[in-house]
C-alpha cells in the first residue's frame, strides 16, 4: 500500500500530469519541454525525475539527443493506469493551461519541421535539406539591398538577411534582445548590420534610406500597427518595398503575458487594409505556413512604395 500510495502522490502534480500529456502525443528533450510548458528546466527536470522513478517516463538517448516519453511498457505501471490517464487528458482538452500547452506543444513542432538549425530529432534529419540554405539560394536572385529589420528580436532573422543584403539596420526597443542579437551575428562573423534601438512608431531610420522594410513577427505589438507601417513605408525608397510576416488573427489569450502581444495576430483584409492605406502599390497577402490544427498561422504581405519621379533617380548608386 505504501508503493501505491508513492505511485499517486506522483500523479497527483499538475505539472506532471501535463509533462505526461505532451510525453503522451511524442517524445520531447528538456528544452522542448521547457517552452512547451512555460516552465523553468529546473522544474521540467525536477518533475521528469519523479516520473522517471515511478516508471511512467523513459529516457531515450540518441545522436548525441537525450529524449523522454511516456513508458508505456513499464511492467510495474497497471494497463488501467493509461486507460484512465487518456481519459483524464481527454476531459481537460479545453482547460485554458491545456490549451496553451498544446499550442505551444504544435509551434515547437512547427519548429521542428521549419528550424534553421538543424532539427535536434535525428528522425527529421534528411542529408542535404536545409531551409537557411534555400533561403539563401533566393538572395542570390536579389540585387544588393539595404535592408530594415524593424522588431529584429533575437537577430535570426536579421543575420539571414544580412547573408544576401548589402547591408540591414536591426531595430528593437529592448537593450537586452539587441545584445543577444549582436552577439549572434559576432558568432556568425557578420559585419554588415548596424545596431539600433528604437520604437516601432517612431524608427530611428532617414527618410527613403532603405530598399526594403521588414516587420516579421513585430507588428502585433504595435500599439498602433497603421502608424507603424506609415512609419516603415517613411523609410523606404520609391520602388522599394515593404515585407510584413505576421500571425493570422487567433484566440491563444495566453501570448498577451508571456510575450506582450497587443494583438492576437490580424486577418488577410486588415493587412491588406494597413498596406493600401499607407500608400502601397501592388499589394499581395498570402499564407506563409501553417497546418491544420495549429492555431499560429503566418501570413506574408508586401506592397511597393510608388517609383520615383521621370527624370529624378531615387538615390545616386
Not at 534601438?197 to 532603405?210: C, I, M, N, W
Not at 493587412?271 to 499560429?296: I, K, Q
Amino acid at each position: 500500500m505504501n508503493v501505491s500510495a508513492a505511485f499517486f502522490r506522483t500523479l497527483s502534480d499538475p505539472t506532471r500530469l501535463r509533462l505526461l500529456r505532451v510525453l503522451a502525443q511524442d517524445r520531447f528533450n528538456v528544452t522542448e519541454l521547457t517552452r512547451i510548458l512555460a516552465v523553468a528546466q529546473s522544474g521540467v527536470s525536477r518533475h521528469l525525475g519523479f516520473l522517471k522513478d515511478a516508471g511512467l517516463v523513459a529516457e531515450e538517448r540518441e545522436a548525441g539527443f537525450v529524449y523522454y516519453r511516456m513508458n508505456r511498457d513499464a511492467p510495474a505501471i497497471p494497463p488501467p493506469t493509461w486507460a484512465l490517464l487518456a481519459a483524464e487528458f481527454e476531459r481537460a482538452a479545453t482547460d485554458s493551461t491545456v490549451r496553451a500547452d498544446e499550442a505551444r506543444l504544435l509551434d515547437v513542432m512547427r519548429q521542428r519541421r521549419e528550424s534553421f538549425d538543424a532539427p535536434g530529432d535525428p528522425r527529421l534529419l534528411v542529408p542535404g535539406r536545409s531551409w537557411a540554405a534555400w533561403a539563401r539560394a533566393l538572395g542570390h536572385l536579389l540585387p544588393p539591398l539595404d535592408v530594415a529589420d524593424i522588431g529584429c528580436g533575437d537577430g535570426y532573422l536579421t543575420v539571414e538577411v544580412a547573408v544576401w543584403a548589402r547591408s540591414v539596420i536591426a531595430i528593437d526597443r529592448s537593450d537586452d534582445v539587441l545584445e543577444r542579437a549582436r552577439a549572434l551575428a559576432a558568432r556568425r562573423r557578420i559585419t554588415n548590420i548596424e545596431w539600433k534601438k528604437g520604437d516601432l512608431a517612431r524608427l530611428p531610420l532617414r527618410e527613403h534610406s532603405v530598399d526594403v522594410a521588414l516587420l516579421s513577427q513585430s507588428l502585433h505589438h504595435a500599439s498602433e500597427p497603421e502608424r507603424a507601417v506609415a512609419d516603415a513605408v517613411r523609410a523606404v525608397r520609391p520602388g522599394g518595398r515593404l515585407l510584413i510576416l505576421e500571425l493570422r488573427t487567433h484566440q491563444q489569450q495566453w501570448v498577451r503575458a508571456r510575450f506582450g502581444d497587443r494583438r492576437l495576430g490580424f486577418s488577410a483584409e486588415e493587412l491588406t487594409g494597413l498596406l493600401e492605406g499607407a500608400g502601397l502599390v501592388e499589394v499581395r497577402v498570402t499564407v506563409g505556413s501553417g497546418r491544420s490544427g495549429d492555431p499560429f498561422h503566418v501570413l506574408i504581405a508586401s506592397g511597393r512604395t510608388a517609383a520615383a519621379e521621370r527624370g529624378r533617380p531615387a538615390r545616386a548608386r
